[in-house]
């Protein structure tokens, strides 16, 4: 039995699961970010990258760069957030209203 494959596979997994972390928060290392950046950058790493990858290329889930470009109402992708869509959940019963806002906000002004 050749191992090559099942070794080439975890390798693959093992790296796509160490992708990086989320882009920093503009400011961040001068200690001038915006908090409300910095808790969406937070949420965004427990909840959203293992799907949409760190830095928002797509994966699971779709790519979120250039997100304004299809919710130009902020409303529209909050209520995606909250409520769900397709294969994504919602998240209104695990965060509150200002961690929502402020992913959706790291999201449209960081990624």
Do not use: K, N
């Amino acid at each position: 039995m050749r191992p090559y494959p099942l070794v080439v596979l975890v390798v693959l997994l093992l790296a796509s699961a160490c992708a990086g972390a989320p882009p920093p928060v503009p400011g961040a290392d001068t200690g001038s970010a915006d908090p409300v950046l910095v808790l969406g950058r937070d949420v965004w790493g427990r909840s959203c990258a293992s799907c949409h990858a760190p830095d928002g290329s797509g994966g699971r889930g779709p790519s979120i760069r250039a997100v304004e470009d299809r919710f130009i109402d902020i409303q529209d992708q909050l209520t995606v957030v909250e409520d769900g869509r397709g294969g994504m959940p919602g998240f209104r019963s695990r965060y509150s209203t200002a961690e929502i806002e402020a992913v959706v906000r790291y999201t449209r002004e960081v990624l």
